[in-house]
């Protein structure tokens, strides 16, 4: 076990997410600290009941919203403070999930919704705005199993989305409906369905994230496993990491959750589960900078090939080796893919204007290195859509002498270069990496570069 316990990655793109049910809301500050030091960042809060009076509770014991108002602190007096306890550690979402295998809960929303609609007089709306008010969730999780009534499933996610919740739903089966629903509920309103929870355990043994049928698009599918003593098929940490990377492998999912916290709260095992998912798909961190429009000079060369002596990586005839930097590399939790090796493969810096892919992003991750000595207080430049910019001074250590900048890692270690003969220089060598904060509150559009030609950029990927 002690081989999975690592730190999670605070650059997930996707959510590492925990369900369960009493131990997240009855008060134990065991069980609360452990999901907030717990390399989790979505806790799944299991299972809301909606009764035909709109009333709201977990598990028929903990009424949570009734008449418009919040009631839960009568019952668990701690509990908002516990879920912004949770919230200040690893955990960025808290989701609230309705339903699951009991029958009523989407009969009773659609009846309510029939009655009432979904208005600021409804019951539903004045009891979710309510547990808005009093509580950090983030998002609604809709998991009906039994129900299936899309019109009016549609309307409550859209009064949740207009609420400022975000709706996520949690199918096992079913395929067609659900892709049809999360469609029609980002057409109506454009983001609100941001995830799905695919249960791949009990009655979703066989599901694949990686499956055509659960397709939807640009919203990310997590897959769901099952811990070693809940329902099977049962997964230790060690095989929910080989399972989750080879669905990693096959389509790049971005996060997974685990069912369930009940089971193993207080045993020191969510933390170890948290590292598994997320090491499973570490390598699928963050959303690559095309460079290759910009590539103006071959720096990567596989072993043995000869080229010019004045060519190469730092233009006298010197190279990375294809065969040890390979296509790939993760540094800080981002994936770095390369340019295709004897080939312009690599930007020369020159003043280039580069363009970003469009989003909103926490960081521009680089890899980088100067060559042909440090290449000192060199300037990068973010713009944004809006035509602000935030600026960057990076001082670069040749690719042979690290000098340690503030700012500056060693990302890659190879222990020769290629020649422009063919053969090899054996000596260290370093490959940097740099992370440059950004305003995520805006919408990145370029970067330009420094005008230093001995500044080589390898590549760019950008992280939420």
């Known amino acids: 076990m002690a081989a999975f316990l690592t730190t999670a990655s605070s650059a997930?793109?996707?959510?590492?997410?925990?369900?369960?049910g009493g131990p997240l809301y009855e008060h134990n500050t065991t069980y609360v600290n452990e999901v907030e030091n717990s390399g989790f960042t979505e806790v799944i809060v299991w299972s809301m009941e909606v009764k035909s009076n709109g009333d709201l509770n977990f598990n028929g014991n903990f009424l949570i919203a009734s008449g418009g108002a919040y009631v839960g602190a009568s019952t668990y007096p701690d509990f908002a403070s516990d879920l912004a306890t949770m919230k200040q550690g690893t955990v960025k979402r808290i989701t609230f999930s309705i339903?699951?295998?009991?029958?009523?809960?989407?009969?009773?929303?659609?009846?309510?919704?029939?009655?009432?609609?979904?208005?600021?007089?409804?019951?539903?709306?004045?009891?979710?705005?309510?547990?808005?008010?009093?509580?950090?969730?983030?998002?609604?999780?809709?998991d009906d199993e039994n129900n299936y009534d899309s019109s009016s499933t549609i309307q409550f996610a859209e009064m949740l989305g207009g609420l400022g919740y975000h709706v996520m739903i949690d199918p096992y089966t079913n395929a067609s409906?659900?892709?049809?629903?999360?469609?029609?509920i980002n057409s109506q309103l454009?983001?609100?369905?941001?995830?799905?929870?695919?249960?791949?355990?009990?009655?979703?043994?066989?599901?694949?994230?990686?499956?055509?049928s659960w397709n939807f698009g640009s919203v990310p599918v997590y897959p769901g496993v099952s811990d070693a003593s809940s329902a099977p098929p049962t997964l230790t940490p060690a095989e929910t990491e080989s399972t989750i990377a080879s669905w990693y492998s096959q389509c790049g999912i971005t996060g997974g959750w685990l069912w369930n916290y009940d089971h193993i709260a207080g045993t020191g095992e969510a933390?170890?589960?948290?590292?598994?998912?997320?090491?499973?798909?570490?390598?699928?961190?963050?959303?690559?900078?095309?460079?290759s429009s910009s590539f103006n000079r071959i720096g990567i060369y596989t072993d043995g090939t000869q080229f010019s002596s004045t060519g190469g990586l730092d233009g006298v005839g010197n190279a990375y080796s294809a065969n040890l930097l390979g296509m790939s590399q993760t540094w800080n939790g981002a994936k770095f893919t390369f340019g295709e090796p004897n080939y312009s493969?690599?930007?020369?810096?020159g003043a280039q204007t580069i363009s970003l892919p469009s989003g909103s992003f926490a960081t521009l991750d680089m890899l980088a290195t100067g060559v042909n000595g440090?290449?000192?207080?060199?300037?990068?430049?973010?713009?944004?859509?809006d035509g602000s910019d935030s600026v960057f001074t990076q001082s670069l250590s040749d690719w042979a002498k690290p000098q340690s900048y503030s700012?500056?890692?060693?990302?890659?270690?190879?222990?020769?270069?290629?020649k422009a003969n063919g053969g090899m220089e054996d000596k260290t060598y370093y490959l940097y990496g740099y992370s440059f904060p950004l305003n995520d509150t805006k919408t990145v559009s370029s970067i330009v570069l420094p005008s230093d030609s001995n500044v080589e950029v390898v590549a760019i990927t950008l992280v939420p």
């Open 12 to 20: 997930q793109t996707g959510y590492v997410g925990l369900l369960g």
């Open 271 to 291: 933390s170890q589960y948290a590292a598994a998912i997320s090491a499973g798909v570490q390598a699928g961190i963050g959303t690559a900078a095309s460079l």
């Open 190 to 212: 454009p983001g609100t369905a941001d995830g799905v929870h695919l249960q791949t355990y009990s009655g979703g043994d066989g599901n694949s994230p990686c499956s055509s």
């Open 99 to 142: 339903g699951s295998s009991n029958v009523g809960d989407f009969q009773d929303i659609e009846s309510l919704v029939d009655s009432q609609g979904t208005g600021p007089s409804s019951i539903l709306y004045q009891n979710f705005a309510a547990l808005k008010a009093a509580l950090p969730v983030d998002a609604i999780d809709l």
């Open 177 to 184: 409906y659900w892709t049809s629903v999360v469609s029609q």
């Open 374 to 385: 440090d290449q000192t207080s060199q300037t990068f430049t973010v713009y944004y859509t």
């Open 345 to 349: 493969n690599v930007v020369s810096a």
């Open 407 to 418: 700012g500056e890692s060693e990302a890659v270690t190879m222990s020769y270069r290629d």
